[in-house]
Antibody, heavy 117, light 107 residues
Framework: EVQLVESGGGLVQPGRSLKLSCVAS????????MNWIRQAPGKGLEWVAY????????YYAETVKGRFTISRDNAKNTLYLQMTSLRSEDTALYYC??????????WGQGVMVTVSS | DIQMTQSPSLLSASVGDRVTLSCKAS??????LNWYQQKLGEAPKLLIY???SLQTGIPSRFSGSGSGTDYTLTISSLQPEDVATYFC?????????FGSGTKLEIK
């Protein structure tokens, strides 16, 4: 059974940093591109970042480019999102999601990030 | 970036109704369109990919169609468990973008 389990969220002050993790199981992690997608409270979905299976290709949404860094450790079956210079508008539930061809076929349950003083 | 516009934002229908949700892209996305269902408090779930391909395990009452800039998700006979918010998502080009969602309620 495919499982994606996020962790690392919490309450953080504006301007500070936070690192999210997503541990994958039930599939060969190193064969798939992975993504972070977020959802602000009561709002829609916003794709945040993508990393290819071997980390050769990385894309970011303009709203986070230069502040967030996506990475992965295929030996540990783990996806990361390093978030710096956090803003109130980064407050959201952050999902990791597997990319199958060009659709998100498995999602984690999400981890909440709240940016507030 | 490609903008995705969903309508209506809120839809109320009766059990057994045929329901149609719309999604319009700001440019031709060549059928590179997926649909997701998100129930309250849950992660989104893939329903349909590449406009009309049903994901494994999804009931056949769900179907998708469209081309160019205009796409639809149809539920042939609405069931109580279909109460959710539905999002479309394009993958014609990066950044991948979602519509703002249609919230579906039972009348």
């Amino acid at each position: 059974e495919v499982q994606l389990v996020e962790s690392g969220g919490g309450l953080v002050q504006p301007g500070r940093s936070l690192k999210l993790s997503c541990v994958a199981s039930g599939f060969t992690f190193s064969n798939y591109g992975m993504n972070w997608i977020r959802q602000a409270p009561g709002k829609g979905l916003e794709w945040v970042a993508y990393i290819s299976s071997g980390s050769s290709y990385i894309y970011y949404a303009e709203t986070v480019k230069g502040r967030f860094t996506i990475s992965r450790d295929n030996a540990k079956n783990t996806l990361y999102l390093q978030m710096t210079s956090l803003r109130s508008e980064d407050t959201a539930l952050y999902y990791c999601a597997r990319l199958q061809s060009y659709y998100f076929d498995y999602w984690g349950q999400g981890v909440m990030v709240t940016v507030s003083s | 970036d490609i903008q995705m516009t969903q309508s209506p934002s809120l839809l109320s229908a009766s059990v057994g109704d045929r329901v149609t949700l719309s999604c319009k892209a700001s440019q031709n996305i060549y059928k590179y369109l997926n649909w997701y269902q998100q129930k309250l408090g849950e992660a989104p779930k893939l329903l349909i990919y590449y406009t009309n391909s049903l994901q494994t395990g999804i009931p056949s009452r769900f179907s998708g169609s469209g081309s160019g800039t205009d796409y639809t998700l149809t539920i042939s006979s609405l069931q109580p468990e279909d109460v959710a918010t539905y999002f479309c998502q394009q993958y014609n080009s990066w950044p991948l973008t979602f519509g703002s969602g249609t919230k579906l309620e039972i009348k």
